[in-house]
């Protein structure tokens, strides 16, 4: 399951009970670290295709000029989409040897370019991806995950939560080491970057049933 914690990490200083408060409360307090997180499952609200385009020729030339024509003929169709986020990625030329014949010189030319689409309307996405495809594009990937608008909403409601709960351990601690004062030392937040989104790799046996736009279920991450 795709998770994203906000979590706090606290330097605490426990002082004895039979020890004054005073601003040397550091000769005698004891400094512990704690930490604490919290998190949240929510819906996928984010949906992002990789589709690719892959020419090979004996002619570097004619697979450069391959792909860059449907290249362009795709980001014209895709950002007619108001729904679909459009930009190209990867572009890479690749030499292609035979083996068996152990040529020092390549006998063809590889030339591969990747579209990505992402949007929110899964619908949309999921038809323009699937005409795409019917134009020479293949999809690589698709992968589900939690917009930045929706962590952003819940930022402040986890955090909320993350200092709810120390300060419930720094209770129990600070009880059973019977100390009559908590300062916080230092104190840092924490979140893990991002989400590990839900994938979906094309395969071999995927290939024929690509053909169409694909049916898909976004499920849910933990924030």
């Known amino acids: ?80 989409e108001p729904a679909a986020e459009v930009r190209s990625l990867g572009y890479s030329t690749s030499p292609v040897y035979d083996r068996e014949r152990k040529q020092v010189e390549p006998v063809a030319w590889q030339v591969t370019q990747v579209l990505e689409l992402k949007g929110k309307d899964f619908e949309k996405l999921t038809a323009l991806a699937g005409d795409l495809q019917q134009t020479g594009l293949a999809i690589t990937q698709i992968q589900f995950s939690v917009s930045p608008e929706a962590q952003a909403g819940y930022r402040d409601e986890l955090l909320e939560e993350a200092i709810v709960r120390w300060q419930r351990i720094a209770q129990r601690m600070g009880a059973s080491l019977g100390a009559s004062h908590l300062f916080p030392k230092e104190m840092t937040l924490h979140e893990n970057g991002g989400f590990y989104p839900s994938p979906m790799l094309r395969s071999a046996a995927m290939e024929g049933a690509l053909a169409s736009a694909p049916a898909l279920e976004a499920g849910r991450s933990t924030v």
């Open 1 to 80: 399951m795709p998770r994203i914690l906000t979590a706090l990490f606290i330097a605490l200083l426990f002082v004895p009970t039979l020890a004054p408060a005073s601003d040397d409360d550091d000769d005698d307090a004891t400094l512990l670290s704690l930490t604490a997180h919290a998190e949240r499952e929510v819906d996928n609200d984010l949906m992002t295709v990789n589709l690719s385009i892959e020419r090979r020729s004996a002619d570097v030339s004619v697979a450069v000029e391959e792909v860059n024509t449907l290249m362009r003929e795709a980001l014209d169709q895709a950002k007619r």
